[in-house]
């Protein structure tokens, strides 16, 4: 054998060695990653027995390899698990506490979720991780970056975490971060230098946490930085807006900072968005700030700035929001928001303008998408002039001193998604043309003195999922075509509280006016539908079926009759009130089914019969009031959420049974009284109803009476206090 073959057999052996052993090594690192990966598994399944999720049902024990499994991602050679990504799982229980068991693990995922509990002990042994992902759960306790040198990514947003992060980031763990985001906690301390040494640091979000004291970032690489709704205060020196700000977004929203703006904020040529909303700033607004040609959005509002408002303004071509309510402006609106062509969201809500809507020229503003003027002192009949703002998607000019019927040319603005006009002194009907308004999602003229029926082409607003139409004047009978309304209601309430616009306007999930049908979106319920405190008649019609996104119901203080129809089981309701109305017969069996009803008033009718026993199975409900219904009898059950209930849900009802331990004034459990059992004082209760009824038509007397003070009970307005402070989680 020659030499040059002896030399190939050798390298081929040593090849052949070399496979072997990283054939093997490869095999023996995939294997044991796999066993955890398998053991988080059984962890979720112990936590959650029932959980039907494709997911892990592909994760199999048989398999050689989990790289394909998914959620799952390895290195190109596949021999380790480097990704994992279990986001908006629904998964419920603790954290796994093995993930180090998979050492070159660089990306980890588990957002919104159900996850309780603290981060595991051994988070310091993720060495490789770049990205953690634990947001919109409910982590608790504190946390300590200690260990993750790597880390590029934290985002633990919105969940229960504490203490103080000046103990959390040592400066050798944050080098290399890029994006932090730690908003809606429960932190505290100062804020100051905390993050200066973190050098690579592009995005800061520390917004809804308690942090308090000044500011002393430096911004250095900062892109966007973001701590509203925290207890930040103070003046901004000017050297906060370096020569070098590469600033694209501020929120400084709801803190306590004061002064002026400084005029050094020029610097920050590529800012975008600015938001000082809910601070106590005051001056003028600084000229400097129509240099900034980048800006889209500008939020100044709750403030206390000067009347003056910068001709500079004009000049910023991509300014697109502008809010200035609640800054104290008078008189006039001023002529030069009649020249910003450029804005589409202008809102001057929360001032006290009188007029100057048509001398201002903002009616003409063809651009305008959403015009808040809310909460002024306005006065006069509602501008026709509007009719002919084609592009306007929100219109809300409620809270003022408008007077006259609403405009027919209203129902012409075919894109408007939401009209408030409530708490103004509006006469006449609701315009038919309202029928046109095919994109409305919000409709509200609450308390004015509106009269007429409820125009049967409401049906046609297929997309309505607010309507309020209390306390006015309204009449007859509500026709069946109504209840169209809100067929697709809750695609687009979706689509419109994603609009970034919307939440910095008077519209706004965040508010306290809007905040219930946002809430109830999540359940598949978004719809409200507010009649209370007008003189509608008639029965309640069975094609109240049709409105199955319905989620709140409230007919109260009106003159409905006639039976309440069993279709009302149907649907997804999370209130349902009609108290002070003349409905009659017996109460439907079907509202027993209505197994997500929080609230449910049923006082000052007529109802009659036996208490319905399917109500028992209502286990949400927390506020209950069947009182003066004095034809209602039966017994009310000791055990169960109605038991909860105190004597005050049951007052003027002479022939309903009610638990021993609530005649006595009690809401714990019965005591029982000595010798005898709780049967026996329950018979020694009905053998004294028995004779208590004959005295029947006296109590009726009474309870008529009684019906009668709180049927002229003065009723307290709808309208909601704005808020003074925006909340926007």
Same mark, same amino acid.
């Given at each position: 054998m020659s030499l040059t073959a002896t030399n190939h057999h050798f390298l081929a052996a040593i090849f052949m060695f070399l496979w072997l052993i990283t054939g093997k090594t490869v095999s023996g690192d995939i294997e044991s990653d796999k066993q955890v990966v398998l053991k988080l598994k059984a962890h979720i399944l112990l936590w959650n027995p029932v959980m039907n999720e494709n997911t892990f049902t592909r994760w199999n024990s048989n398999d050689e390899f989990p790289c394909n499994w998914p959620g799952i991602s390895c290195n190109t050679r596949g021999n380790h698990v480097t990704a994992i990504d279990l986001s908006n799982k629904n998964i419920q229980g603790p954290l796994f506490r093995n993930f180090s068991g998979l050492p070159e693990l660089e990306h980890l995922n588990l957002s919104a979720n159900g996850i309780p509990g603290t981060i595991p002990d051994d988070l310091s042994k993720f060495r490789n991780l770049r990205t953690l992902d634990l947001s919109n759960n409910i982590i608790e306790g504190e946390f300590n970056l200690t260990g993750l040198d790597n880390l590029e990514l934290l985002d633990l947003s919105n969940n229960r975490i504490q203490g103080n992060p000046r103990l959390m980031f040592p400066a050798r763990s944050c080098r290399n971060l890029v994006v932090l985001k730690l908003s809606s906690n429960n932190l505290s301390g100062q804020v100051d230098d905390l993050f200066n040494l973190c050098r690579n640091l592009h995005s800061l979000d520390l917004g809804g946490n308690?942090?308090?004291?000044?500011?002393?970032?430096?911004?250095?690489?900062?892109?966007?930085?973001?701590?509203?709704?925290?207890?930040?205060?103070?003046?901004?020196?000017?050297?906060?807006?370096?020569?070098?700000?590469?600033?694209?977004?501020?929120? !400084?929203?709801?803190?306590?900072?004061?002064?002026?703006?400084?005029?050094?904020? &020029?610097?920050?040529?590529?800012?975008?968005?600015?938001?000082?909303?809910?601070?106590?700033?005051?001056?003028?607004?600084?000229?400097?700030?129509?240099?900034?040609?980048?800006?889209?959005?500008? !939020?100044?509002?709750?403030?206390?700035? %000067?009347?003056?408002?910068?001709?500079? !303004?004009?000049?910023?071509s991509n300014l697109s929001l502008l809010d200035l309510s609640r800054n104290s402006f008078g008189g006039d609106v001023q002529e030069i928001f009649g020249r910003l062509h450029q804005v589409k969201s202008l809102v001057l809500s929360g001032n006290s303008y009188t007029g100057g809507l048509l001398s201002s020229g903002i009616l003409e503003l063809q651009n305008i998408a959403e015009l808040d003027l809310s909460d002024n002192d306005f006065s006069g009949p509602l501008p026709v002039e509007i009719s002919q703002m084609s592009n306007l998607k929100m219109l809300v000019l409620a809270d003022n001193q408008f007077t006259g019927s609403i405009p027919h040319g209203y129902g012409n603005l075919s894109r408007l998604q939401a009209?408030?006009?409530?708490?103004?002194? !509006?006469?006449?009907?609701?315009? %038919? &043309?309202?029928?046109?308004?095919?994109?409305? &999602?919000?409709?509200?003229?609450?308390?004015?003195?509106?009269?007429?029926?409820?125009?049967? =082409?409401?049906?046609?607003?297929?997309?309505?999922?607010?309507?309020?139409?209390?306390?006015?004047?309204?009449?007859?009978?509500?026709?069946?075509?109504?209840?169209?309304?809100?067929?697709?209601?809750?695609?687009?309430?979706?689509?419109?509280?994603?609009?970034?616009?919307?939440?910095?306007?008077?519209?706004?999930?965040?508010?306290?006016?809007?905040?219930?049908?946002?809430?109830?979106?999540?359940?598949?319920?978004?719809?409200?539908?507010?009649?209370?405190?007008?003189?509608?008649?008639?029965?309640?019609?069975?094609?109240?079926?049709?409105?199955?996104?319905?989620?709140?119901?409230?007919?109260?203080?009106?003159?409905?009759?006639?039976?309440?129809?069993?279709?009302?089981?149907?649907?997804?309701?999370?209130?349902?009130?009609?108290?002070?109305?003349?409905?009659?017969?017996?109460?439907?069996?079907?509202?027993?089914?209505?197994?997500?009803?929080?609230?449910?008033?049923?006082?000052?009718?007529?109802?009659?019969?036996?208490?319905?026993?399917?109500?028992?199975?209502?286990?949400?409900?927390?506020?209950?009031?069947?009182?003066?219904?004095?034809?209602?009898?039966?017994?009310?059950?000791?055990?169960?959420?109605?038991?909860?209930?105190?004597?005050?849900?049951?007052?003027?009802?002479?022939?309903?049974?009610?638990?021993?331990?609530?005649?006595?004034?009690?809401?714990?459990?019965?005591?029982?009284?000595?010798?005898?059992?709780?049967?026996?004082? =329950?018979?020694?209760?009905?053998?004294?109803?028995?004779?208590?009824?004959? &005295?029947?038509?006296?109590?009726?007397?009474?309870?008529?009476?009684?019906?009668?003070?709180?049927?002229?009970?003065?009723?307290?307005?709808?309208?909601?206090?704005?808020?003074?402070?925006?909340?926007?989680?």
């Open positions: 308690n942090f308090s004291g000044n500011l002393s970032v430096q911004f250095g690489r900062l892109l966007e930085f973001s701590v509203p709704m925290n207890n930040l205060g103070g003046q901004i020196p000017s050297w906060f807006f370096s020569e070098n700000c590469s600033l694209r977004r501020l929120d !400084l929203s709801d803190n306590f900072f004061i002064g002026r703006i400084p005029k050094e904020i &020029s610097n920050c040529k590529d800012l975008v968005s600015l938001d000082l909303y809910g601070n106590k700033f005051s001056g003028d607004i600084p000229p400097e700030v129509g240099s900034l040609s980048s800006l889209q959005s500008l !939020l100044l509002g709750e403030n206390s700035f %000067s009347r003056d408002v910068p001709e500079s !303004l004009v000049e910023m009209l408030d006009l409530s708490f103004n002194n !509006l006469s006449g009907s609701i315009p %038919s &043309s309202f029928r046109k308004l095919s994109s409305i &999602s919000w409709l509200m003229l609450a308390n004015n003195s509106l009269t007429g029926e409820i125009p049967a =082409e409401l049906g046609n607003c297929s997309s309505l999922v607010w309507l309020n139409l209390a306390n006015n004047h309204l009449s007859g009978v509500i026709p069946p075509e109504f209840f169209n309304v809100g067929s697709n209601a809750t695609t687009q309430l979706i689509l419109l509280n994603q609009a970034e616009s919307v939440k910095s306007s008077g519209i706004s999930c965040s508010k306290d006016a809007f905040h219930s049908p946002c809430a109830l979106l999540s359940r598949n319920a978004a719809g409200y539908v507010q009649l209370r405190g007008n003189r509608l008649s008639g029965a309640l019609p069975p094609e109240i079926s049709k409105m199955q996104n319905l989620g709140m119901l409230y007919l109260d203080d009106n003159r409905f009759s006639g039976q309440l129809p069993p279709q009302i089981g149907s649907l997804p309701l999370l209130a349902l009130h009609v108290s002070k109305n003349m409905f009659s017969g017996e109460i439907p069996e079907e509202i027993g089914t209505l197994k997500r009803l929080q609230t449910l008033d049923l006082s000052c009718n007529n109802f009659s019969g036996e208490f319905p026993g399917s109500l028992s199975s209502l286990t949400e409900l927390y506020k209950f009031n069947i009182s003066y219904n004095p034809y209602i009898y039966g017994r009310i059950p000791s055990t169960g959420q109605l038991s909860t209930f105190d004597q005050s849900s049951f007052l003027g009802n002479p022939l309903l049974r009610l638990p021993i331990w609530m005649e006595n004034g009690s809401r714990t459990s019965p005591s029982v009284l000595p010798g005898k059992a709780v049967g026996e004082q =329950e018979e020694l209760l009905d053998r004294f109803r028995f004779a208590f009824s004959f &005295s029947y038509p006296f109590f009726f007397v009474l309870s008529f009476l009684g019906f009668l003070f709180l049927g002229n009970e003065k009723i307290s307005p709808l309208k909601t206090k704005r808020k003074s402070k925006r909340r926007r989680k």
